[in-house]
């Protein structure tokens, strides 16, 4: 296991080195001198947007530990509601004394939905109320135990919200049994209206 995460690692630095190689172009003679070949040194000719695309190229190729960004689409271009440090207690989780002792669950949620038409009829019918998306994830975490909170907390927010194209959820645990600093655990997903069962 170790040997398979190591080879994934050095993969996926070499992989970073290819596609980044490019984008670092000038090597100053006196560099060049001393250490041929070796040292690159970033350039006025990368934007820092460049730069994150080609990371998250890497990052959308890379297994194991590596963190994969998420689909980006033309849809997650265009407005969104935002609700942050939504916090709630609950039963969730794969451990049993999880689903039976329980713990705080934080929660961001974001929502990408076309907003021109409130924003022309300034009518809130035309949109969709956040209210409403709390109401879910209040509903969903203090409820019945799941095992993938996040997963029913989108879901159920796209089939009743169809004027939401993209929605994007974070739960965290702060409080685990870990032997260990950190600030929480946790798990972002992002779903879009093509993802729901038909």
């Known amino acids: 296991m170790a040997c398979s995460k190591s080879y994934d690692l050095y993969h996926g630095l070499g992989l ?9 172009a000038h090597v100053p003679p ?11 040194i970033l350039d006025d000719r990368i934007s820092l947007e460049e ?9 959308s190729r890379m297994k194991g530990n590596m963190v994969i960004p998420p689909r980006q689409t033309a849809e997650m271009a265009s407005d969104k509601l935002m609700l942050s440090g939504l916090l709630f207690f609950g039963f ?8 039976k002792q329980g713990q705080k669950f934080l929660v ?4 990408w939905i076309d907003l021109k038409p409130p924003g ?5 019918s035309d949109s969709v109320d ?6 879910v994830a209040k509903e969903v975490l203090e409820g019945p135990p799941h095992y993938l909170v996040e997963s029913v907390v989108a879901i159920t927010v796209l089939t009743n919200h169809p004027q939401i194209s993209v929605i994007r959820v974070k739960v965290a645990k702060p409080h685990v049994a870990i032997h260990g600093q950190l600030d929480y655990l946790g798990i972002e ?10």
């Open 16 to 24: 970073f080195v290819i596609i980044i190689s490019p984008v670092f």
């Open 30 to 40: 006196d560099v060049e001198a001393t250490n041929p070949g070796r040292k690159m």
């Open 51 to 59: 730069f994150m695309r080609a990371v998250h190229f890497l990052g």
């Open 92 to 99: 969730h989780g794969a451990l049993a004394e999880e689903r």
């Open 108 to 111: 961001d949620i974001e929502a």
């Open 120 to 124: 022309k009829s300034d009518n809130m």
């Open 130 to 135: 956040d209210a409403k998306i709390y109401g």
């Open 189 to 198: 997903i992002v779903r879009h209206r093509s993802d729901l069962p038909v």
